[in-house]
């Protein structure tokens, strides 16, 4: 069961962080909405690749806590070792064979 409890925790704390990252990414975007024609182009440059980058972690968080979940629904159906769902072409009932 520890190891559950650790993957839990993880799945916790990468709740958190695609909070942040989600928030973060929604003030740039409302930034670059209201400042568009009144700040320089670098700033707006700036301001394109920063959401791009941060809309990349938010992508990121997600692959990463979706198969933190699945290895831990696999590890508490009892369905063997981790094989993450986009090894089975992202169906969730795939089974091993």
Do not use: P
Not at 66 to 88: E, F, I, K, P, T
């Amino acid at each position: 069961m520890a190891k559950i409890d650790r993957l839990k925790e993880e799945v916790g704390w990468l709740k958190v962080v695609f909070g942040i990252l989600v928030a973060i990414d929604v003030s740039l975007v409302g930034w670059l909405a209201q400042n568009y024609g009144k700040a320089s182009w670098l700033l707006i440059l700036a301001g394109v690749v920063a959401t791009a980058a941060v809309t990349l972690g938010v992508v990121r968080v997600n692959q990463v806590a979706y198969d933190r979940m699945w290895q831990n629904w696999r590890m508490r159906d009892g369905l063997g070792c981790y094989h993450s769902a986009r090894n089975h072409g992202g169906r969730l009932d795939a089974r091993r064979a």
